[in-house]
């Protein structure tokens, strides 16, 4: 069992940034990628950064050069450094771990963020 604790989102204006954190406990051993989801009203939940035991990250194509995922093992956080944000990256955010054995997804509860224009 791994439980995901999401912080860090807020209101910012456009071209501003925040930094969303989560904390993960429980088998933290298990986890093989963290990764965050957003999900904006209306839209499908999408993949926006992922990163694997070993440090290997992934980005979706329309954050790429914008925010930056990273972890710190010693805290078990992942963090998703997120900066000129634009009015299309306002969404709730969700923090994930995939883990094995299982092949078990876990997701924390989210974190709002609200960009304006």
């Known amino acids: 069992q791994v439980h995901l604790v999401e912080s860090g989102g807020g209101l910012v204006q456009a071209g501003g940034s925040l930094r969303l954190s989560c904390a993960a406990s429980?088998?933290?051993?298990?986890?093989?990628?963290m990764g965050w989801y957003r999900q904006a009203p209306g839209n499908q939940r999408e993949l926006v950064a992922s990163?694997?035991?070993?440090?290997?990250?992934n980005y979706a194509d329309s954050v790429k050069g914008r925010f930056t995922i990273s972890r710190d093992n010693a805290k078990n956080t992942v963090y998703l450094q997120m900066n000129s944000l634009k009015p299309e990256d306002a969404a709730n955010y969700y923090c994930?771990?995939?883990?094995?054995?299982?092949?078990?997804?876990?997701w924390g509860t989210g974190t709002l963020v609200t960009v304006s224009s």
């Open positions: 990163i694997t035991s070993v440090g290997n990250t």
């Open positions: 429980g088998s933290i051993s298990s986890i093989i990628v």
């Open positions: 994930n771990a995939f883990v094995v054995p299982g092949h078990m997804y876990y």
